[in-house]
């Protein structure tokens, strides 16, 4: 990849004695395109315990969608590529 490009992954969720590994996307926040600042809302993603919101690590815009919704992930999976300032 370009080094302006930013793949992002689901993160671990929980802490160590209680992580979960796994998770559906529940829904996309933003379309291609869109333009984003760190900490913004990129996607939900919703697992057996609780429904977090992943936050868009970087600033610049959305370039893809690499998860559709009701897709099941994993932790490092990628989710998305955005395209960095």
């Known amino acids: 990849m370009s080094d302006n490009l930013y793949t992002v992954t689901l993160p671990a969720m929980g802490n160590e004695d209680d992580a979960v590994d ?8 933003v379309q291609p395109g ?10 939900e993603v919703t697992t057996d315990k609780a429904a977090f919101v992943v936050p868009c690590p970087v600033d610049g815009t959305l370039k893809e969608q ?4 009701d897709q099941v992930v994993r932790a ?5 590529v955005i395209v960095c300032d």
């Open 22 to 29: 796994e998770a559906t996307v529940s829904m996309w926040l």
């Open 34 to 43: 869109s333009r984003l600042r760190a900490g913004d809302d990129l996607l």
């Open 66 to 69: 690499l998860v559709r919704e």
């Open 76 to 80: 490092g999976d990628p989710l998305a």
